[in-house]
Structures are given as structure tokens and as C-alpha cells.
């Protein structure tokens, strides 16, 4: 059976102290008993970690949309070209970005 921790070496000595067969492995074979763990990916509990990067990245999109729109307004055709250009890198970057968190993972159903 396989004892799953956080990634830390707290982690470990908790789990350690916890579960008295994870310390009986330990006492036989330390080698075997530390292959047993399992630490667990903070991807895949916490959900806010997604929530965070998508929002941060819709909202540097629509800034930047946002940004272009009212300098196209305010100088009429006299925005510079290498500041349109920068924009769109980043823009397509973050669009880049949501679209490879958004999309399904090929290996999940």
C-alpha cells in the first residue's frame, strides 16, 4: 500500500509518526519503505491554482484588449507598431497558455 504525503520533508516525518506500519517498513528495509511514498502534486488537490492562472490570464487578454482599443481611440492611427507587436506576443502567449490549460489532457477521460 502506498502512504501518500505532502512534498516536504514535514511531510514525511508526520507521516512517519502517524502510521505504525510505514514505521515497522521503515525499521525492516528503509530503502523499500521510502519507496512505498507517494507524495502528493499540489496540481492535482488544490483547484485554485487553476483558478488563479486562468483568471490572471484572461485578464492580462482583456487589458490588453482593452489597452489597444482605447490607444487606437485616443491616437487615432499613430500607435507605434513595435508596441502593437508587443501586445500581440503577449496576448497570443496568454491565449497560448489558456488554451493548453483548458483544453482535455489527451491520457483523462
Known sequence: M???IDNTFEGFKVALKNDPDLQKKFQEDPVK????IVT???IETDSWIYRIIVISL???????????TIMSMKDGNQINAQVITIFT???SGAIGALAGLLAPSPGKN
Do not use: D, M, Q, R
Open 2 to 4: 502506498k502512504t501518500p
Open 89 to 91: 506576443a503577449i496576448s
Open 58 to 68: 484572461g485578464l492580462a487578454v482583456l487589458t490588453i484588449v482593452v489597452t489597444l
Open 40 to 42: 502528493k502534486n499540489p
Open 33 to 36: 519503505a521510502v519507496e512505498t
